[in-house]
């Protein structure tokens, strides 16, 4: 039996539609609360086992006509004041106490909106991630009582596409929705009512239907029975679940071309200055040298945009070349367009070759530098200022606007302009001026030899998410390696990563480096989940790594850093460079034999503003890792350029493809009268050619149906008529939603498949010699991947037209590196200690000693008085717990106007000393304890450390940092009892010393 598509438990949520809405008056609305949907029970994110929330949350929610309406109760500790400093729109609200509610339509792969406000009633409004657009949605909060307080928000439906008058003949509304709430503090929590692995992930939002009987109900969280407070959550499976693993039992005999090398890595590691105030800031160490050592001991070309001669030095002394990032972006991304530029550009790469080029290993135009040029020519191209400045951008457009717009096509008005043939106008002209600099590039650089002695290895530019399709076939023969962006979806549903490599994989031929961003963007990685994710990678044909290490969270918060993964989260390092290892020398994987082709759009991606088709990545999970097949995915690209040809697969399937060049559409027709099958997912399929001509006429000459609008579509069933006989005489299978259904117009037209309401949902035109012109109208959105019926649906599908399921390479799987969190002995007396633990602050070595301080007999620099008490908490070298919530010193970006007032700097948690006289440090615990060790972290000139206690004297030997390095000095002593702690450092003769934090250790 089909299950519904409902990623919750128990059926949609009643959202109440009532006459009277909120007054935001700032005051708290009783008569509201008793008629509204109660939303209660947030659990903690990310979700963990039996983790609540660390601050009760409860939302009462109801309808007017127009409206949405909500009254948010925010529990606390007794008197706390909330914080509310954004002050202005679209600011930093997640760094207030603040909520974030985010809704869509059912279907998860229509654009999603995204509020966020606190009790001052800020708000920060966006369409999915662009806070450009603006709405009419209002804020207002107050304090309730001592325990709590509250905001109420209104959000006119008008804002998400209803109108009370127009659509008026609904009898159903349906959204999924979700609320999270940011909890600011010395580290930032957070608490979601869908626990979702990502925030913005509308298929793990909850489902809310209106309108409905007014009622006081209540709705408890994912994991909960229908209201028992007292069940239990369930741990979130984060990844893509695989049974029976398999590793080297899919090894092939073919050698990996890139064998010993398998990842570059950008350069946050080797960013001296704002890494060693991390380390300074947060007690921990730093070390280009360590860095530099990881880098060859794993053989991590290092990418570098400027720092070439020290780079250089770097990859002759050790072999290991580093990667030059050309500078597309030089005079405002003109090299695309403007002869000067584009030989500038050349001239900067020839001139860093000359010199550099012994210590090199690669060259790759950059990343992004297709969306980042792209952006800027749209939004240049719209400021008649600019325009007329540029005459060469001006030359460029009516370049556009003639040879690839038909006369009338050529800029979009703005970056999300529905504009379909302007897009594609000026996504051709693009690539036609990319191609030739990309060849010219790769000429260049294949006359040079690098560290290795070989010749350089050329790098495709890479694309982020939302910018998939990029004529890949075109640029591979002028690249060694393919890269790409992807952000982990990290979701048990799909495989992202999987999807991403196998597209660059079938589509180049070439290797494949993802740059898999583990830092994390969203989510906790362990060293498992690591595994996971590299595993994931791997199964589309991933077999190097481009390196983004860097906690881009905590750089997006201005707080809380990890920074990167070697120092702040060291088992999720060792993890990827047990895989690095593995990918270095392991020979390549062996992918079965593909049985089928997958027809992707380079033209009708770039007709998107984002270029990003959902349906590609559904078909993807359906039929590979779902169903278990072996396909390949092909393009119109591929099949205008003739390098692939419809002939050579039995059956091709079409996921969608509404913009075609009008000189593909008689290969269709040609393939399927010459016995191919065509399987088509798209009932707009080649509904327009570039000029903006409709080609409806042939696509219902071709698949003998009519595109009409479906009424009520809830599911469909498979007729006997049809050839799938698993799937005959089964209950219907669940849809979330359609839009279009098929109406019969050819007498040689079979229907296979119908809605529950009657109209048709599957036919089949057939041709001589077994040909097949098949159309469903079902649009394969990301939800059906979330429902295993419908893997089952697809493998009975597929399997009938040919393919074979079961294929072994989704099994495959990288052994993990088991992650056990720290178990501490002894106990850190002075309170300091903590870790990054799923990138959080942890520090359950601690204890708290009352009234322990410590003195030091030389006032540090900025301070006169000597022998001063500074209790553990709060003085400089033990406050390290502190840290996180300060605002990192090292982040300008978010924190440039404190830094500049002097807020926020080195003074604040590290002690220097200028004077070079011996120093003192005694520390006080007001009781007797046990100690056995001292662990110092400083920077400077540290002769040696001496440890005094109840008069006996032990001594370690220290040394002199560089200037950007923290090292770190352990004294261990035997154990010893006593109340007091002296830590001797002799006469320093060269440097200043800076301590940034002690810790001792004992019982």
Known sequence: MFDNVNMFEGDSYTLPLVKKGLALDGKWDDSFVENALKIQDFNAYPVKDNTPAPEKTVIYLARTNDTIYGQALLCHAPGKVLRAEAGKRDGA?????????????????????????????????????NKKWDSSFRAKGGRKDEKSHFIQFALPLKEIGFDAELDAHLHKLSWKINFTRNHPGMTPRYSTFAPVVVFRDPASFISVTSPGTAGNKEVWGRYRNKGAADSKNIRQQKMWKIKNPLYRELFSKKENPFKGESAFIWPRPIEEKSNAA??????????????????????????????????????????????????????????IYNPATREAFMKSIRETLDKYS????????????????????????????????????????????????????C??????????????????????????????????????????????????????????????????????????????????????????????????????????????YNGHYTASETAALLSEAARGGNSGLQIWNYDFIADQQGMGSSRFDYYGHRPRWDAMMDVVARMQKDPLLQFPKEDFAILLSDTSAFARPKMYMPQYESIFNLAGPGAETAFKFITDTQLLDKVEKLENWKFVLIPKMDYIEAELIPLFRKYVENGGILLCYDSSFMQFDPSGKS???????????????????TGLSFT?????????????????????ALQVLDKDTVVWAKYQNGQTAMSMKKYANGGMAIMCSMDLQLYLSANKKWHTTFKDILTTFGAVSGQKIWRFQYPSIAEKEPVFKDKCLTGNHFYFWNNTVTAPANVRLPGAYYTVNIAPDGEKENEKKYSFIDGRLTNRLKAPAAGDMFNLKKNKEKIRSGKLHKGLFADTWSKKDPLKIVFHFGKEVKINKVVLFYNGELPGMKGVINGKEYSVRGGTTGTFEVRKVVLDVPETIAESFTVEIPERTQKALTVSEVEIWGK
Request: charged residues 20%; contains cysteine; hydrophobic residues 40%.
């Open 358 to 409: 012994s210590g090199m290993w690669g060259v790759t135009i950059g990343d992004e530098a297709f969306s980042q040029t792209v952006r800027r020519i749209v939004t240049r191209g719209n400021n008649k200022k600019i325009l007329e400045s540029d005459p060469a951008l001006k030359n460029a457009l009516e370049e556009v606007k003639t040879k690839y717009g038909y006369g009338k096509y």
């Open 695 to 713: 080609h409806a006429k042939e696509r219902e000459e071709l698949f003998g149906v009519k595109n009409i609008p479906a009424k009520n579509v």
């Open 411 to 520: 800029l979009p008005e703005t970056l999300s302009a529905e504009a379909p043939f302007d897009w594609i106008a000026l996504r051709k002209w693009f690539f036609d001026q990319l191609l030739p600099i990309q060849k010219e590039l790769f000429a260049l650089a294949k006359k040079y030899k690098g560290s290795n002695g070989k010749p350089l290895t050329i790098v495709s530019h890479d694309h982020v998410d939302w910018a998939i399709m990029q004529q890949i076939s075109r640029f591979a023969p002028y690249v060694d390696i393919m890269t790409a962006q992807s952000v982990p979806m990290n979701d048990p549903t799909r495989q992202n990563l999987a999807f991403r490599a196998k597209l660059l994989k079938d589509l180049s031929s070439k290797s494949v480096w993802l740059c898999v961003h583990l830092e994390p």
């Open 278 to 335: 991390f380390a300074l800031q947060y007690g921990m160490e730093y070390s280009i040298k360590n860095i530099l050592g990881e880098y060859e001991k794993h053989r991590l070309h290092p990418y570098s945009s400027g720092d070439f001669p020290f780079l250089s030095s770097f990859g002759k002394k050790s072999g290991v070349g580093f990667m030059q990032y050309a500078p597309y972006y030089m005079q405002n991304f003109s090299y």
């Open 93 to 129: 609200l997640w760094a207030d106490d603040s909520l974030e509610f985010f809704i869509t339509l059912t279907n998860a792969a229509r654009p999603f909106y995204h509020f966020m406000f606190n009790i001052q009633g800020d708000v920060y409004d966006a369409l999915e991630s």
């Open 720 to 740: 006997n008529a049809s050839p799938f006989k698993n799937l005959h005489n089964k209950p219907p299978a669940a849809l979330a939603e359609t839009f279009h």
